[in-house]
């Protein structure tokens, strides 16, 4: 059994169809990445594993360790062990990334039948995790995401992600609005993750990201649909090619 | 016989039309004064208070307290030695000070017809200790009115904080009808932190009068936690060039809480600066009310006002009003207002859902935040941690009340 198996997924956003059939399954240890042009239901797929509202899926599943992640709320399939880290993460002003991951990371903490973590193994630990990443520690003392650079809120998206451990992670054009030096910090800091038990689902729309985290298998989404599935050289291929014959073979 | 409010205070009727209000509820402002046009008095104007003689032999254990204040406490508007710190330490004496009714609306007036005596602070250096000044209304078994009278002189080049608690007993109506006059030398540093967390019977219509003089800091927060009708209304008048206000608040209200605050900044000279930044949160059937004023007179050229208010629904049932007025004779100023009202963010849910926060928690979480963005404006990191905290407190009682 695959650790996320997306099976036939149908789904639609205010009465039209986006995603027209999708079947993907993520065994534990590997690297999906999905790329596409824009407005072919990327983002759409990332939106509706991770339980945005405002998404109708019509037709098909999605189970982690075959458990039906359609029926769970957004905040149980997070604490189930899906994280999406988003394309733009959103600015909270007034909530400092240290109540919020303490919060998070409490929340996770009780689902799993644990203790809540004290305020010094916190410190402890966000210390570690932030020096992992190469992020300055005070970073935690301001207001979640407010102010951050593109290069740091994607870096506190990966720090969220150290931090949760998550089953499984989806990456939401996380290299958008990234320079070359940011996107090597933040690819770094995904790749410190890679685990035999877990696995990735990197959406993208360059080939640039693969560069830094290599997947195992590149799948084409055009129009709501798988179009191809290959290895890392189908990112090559697409980046010299472009997406046209996709394209054109669904239209 | 038991004097009411309404009809055996000094001043009547003739009183009222003297100052063009309603003459019903006595001296209370009708519904037609503009001022007054959010808060109606008609629930106050009901009850019969007698005036407060309840005794109180301890401060209540719901007053939150801080290491290292100096204590000042009121009963009813009585100054109770005893239950104070004698000692408040270098820069700043009390005392008893006669009351006068001096400048103001008919509350003021009408404080000034009843408060026993005021408790008067004079600054005269640098006072070091956090004066905390807590103000217990105690009813008994009827319904009873209480005038607290506040005087802060701050002489020029002085500094002092201060911290105000307004509580009362439980399960009590009270009207507390507390006068605060506030004199911020030339030069001197006044910082004000006022939080209002009456019973839920409780009435509480409070002045704050300031002049702030050339050179002079005031800084204001004021809190607004609980009530059945609550005004908190802050008049600041800048009367020396390169005079500074920062006149900040926060209010969360529940049940059928209405909270008012209504602030005048008068700019009467050149080269000033003032800002506001008010958040609130309404939960329930409450009502909260912002009217801010800012008014710049002819010669105050190169003022800096500044304004915003910003207020979150957690539920379909209360009322916002807000009404900024900018009122500007000069030419040469920059003054904004901003101010907005909204429910919880989707966005900002689904964010916080993705990290596995509950639904509830991240309610809290955000409504913290919100307010906290108007909290963190406090500069004393004691009181920012205390009135911090009775947010906390007020939204962990929502919780167990939904």
Known sequence: MALLEIKNLH???????IL???????????VHAIMGPNGTGKSTLSNVIAGRDGYEVT???????????????????????IFLAFQYPVEIPGVTTSAFLKTALNAKRRAEGKKEIDAMDFLKLVKAKTAVLGMPYDMIKRALNVGF??????????????????RVAILDETD?????????????????????DRAFLVITHYQRLLDYIVPDHVHV???GRVMATGGKELALELEAEGYAKYLETAA | MKPSLITDHPFGEAYAKRLGVSPWGGNLPGPKVEEWRFTPLRSLAKIAFAPATAKVDAIPNNVPLIAGAARLVLVNGTYRKDLSTVDLGKGVEVYQGKVSAKQGSSLVALNAAYAPQSLALHVTGVAKKVIHIISISAAGSEPAVAHPRINVTAENGSSVTLLESHVGLPGQTYFSNPVASIAVGEGATVRRYVSVDEDSEAFHLATSLVNVAAGGIFEGFHL????ALVRQEIRVALTGENAKVHLNGAYALGGASHHDFTTVMDHQVPNCASSQVFKGVVDGESHGVYQGRIHVARDAQKTDARQVHKAL????GPQIDCKPELEIYADDVQCAHGAATGEIDANHLFYLAARGIDPETARSLLVEGFLADAVNEINTETVRDLFGSAISAWLKKREVRA
Do not use: H
């Open chain 1, 221 to 223: 989404l055009a129009n």
């Open chain 2, 313 to 316: 629904f957690l539920s379909r």
């Open chain 1, 59 to 81: 037709k098909g599943q999605v189970l982690l360790d075959g458990e039906d992640v359609l029926a769970m709320a957004a905040d149980e399939r997070a604490r189930a062990g």
């Open chain 2, 224 to 227: 607004g936690l609980g009530g």
């Open chain 1, 11 to 17: 789904a639609s956003v205010a009465g039209k169809e």
């Open chain 1, 149 to 166: 650079s593109g290069g740091e809120k994607k870096r506190a998206e990966v720090l969220q992600m150290t931090m949760l451990e998550p």
């Open chain 1, 176 to 196: 958008s609005g990234l320079d070359i030096d940011a996107l090597k910090v933040v690819s770094d800091g995904v790749n410190s993750l890679r685990s035999p």
């Open chain 1, 20 to 30: 027209k059939g999708i079947t993907l399954n993520l065994e534990p240890g590997e």
